[in-house]
T-cell receptor, first 111, second 118 residues
Framework: GEDVEQSLFLSVREGDSSVINCTYTDSSSTYLYWYKQEPGAGLQLLTYIFSNMDMKQDQRLTVLLNKKDKHLSLRIADTQTGDSAIYFCAEILDSSYKLIFGSGTRLLVRP | GAVVSQHPSRVICKSGTSVKIECRSLDFQATTMFWYRQFPKQSLMLMATSNEGSKATYEQGVEKDKFLINHASLTLSTLTVTSAHPEDSSFYIC??????????????FGDGTRLSIL
């Protein structure tokens, strides 16, 4: 079955880079996504990557995809206190449009 | 951009009450909506897929008689938690599938409903 895994917690200092990792199982997913969830709120799409890409950069965000190892990462440059949140990676099942979410990584940015 | 409105944002009620949560797509039509449940410090768990004009498709282990879903129009899906009990307390999030060609967002999410059953 589908399974998406993430490390649970990451703590960084303000101004440092953060790297959040994710492994997924469905190699047929067309897109892979990163979402941000702030306390008590819904999900905000941060960025996505098409499965035939290796890297995508969008301002402070860099997504790396290793399709062979089914490994996805999100790098946040110059991390700010406002980046403190839970980050979910997700893969989409193309046949049903369902999103399968990882367990979420709680990012804490220390001043 | 596409917006999904979820209402209410917070509900506190007594055990045995039935609670209805609404999910509306404000500026686009959604034939498919999804309902998720999120326990504290956990991921989103898909409960069911709501299809306009037909029965919802429930995930394994989700009681369809407990969580009634109605998707009577292209912009509104409702989730009713029937005879709610404290173990039903959770954060419920809906989303609407974006069928716009070449859209890079598969689903647009509501802001969630925190349900607390006393």
């Amino acid at each position: 079955g589908e399974d998406v895994e993430q490390s649970l917690f990451l703590s960084v200092r303000e101004g440092d880079s953060s790297v959040i990792n994710c492994t997924y199982t469905d190699s047929s997913s067309t897109y892979l996504y990163w979402y941000k969830q702030e306390p008590g709120a819904g999900l905000q799409l941060l960025t996505y990557i098409f499965s035939n890409m290796d890297m995508k950069q969008d301002q402070r965000l860099t997504v790396l995809l290793n399709k062979k190892d089914k490994h996805l990462s999100l790098r946040i440059a110059d991390t700010q206190t406002g980046d403190s949140a839970i980050y979910f990676c997700a893969e989409i099942l193309d046949s049903s449009y369902k999103l399968i979410f990882g367990s979420g990584t709680r990012l804490l940015v220390r001043p | 951009g596409a917006v999904v409105s979820q209402h209410p944002s917070r509900v506190i009620c007594k055990s045995g009450t039935s609670v209805k949560i609404e999910c509306r797509s404000l500026d686009f039509q959604a034939t498919t909506m999804f309902w998720y449940r999120q326990f504290p410090k956990q991921s989103l768990m898909l409960m069911a897929t709501s299809n306009e004009g037909s029965k919802a498709t429930y995930e394994q282990g989700v009681e369809k008689d407990k969580f009634l879903i109605n998707h009577a129009s292209l912009t509104l899906s409702t989730l009713t938690v029937t005879s709610a009990h404290p173990e039903d307390s959770s954060f419920y999030i809906c989303s609407a599938r974006d069928e716009t060609p070449l859209s890079n967002q598969p689903q647009h999410f509501g802001d969630g409903t925190r349900l607390s059953i006393l």
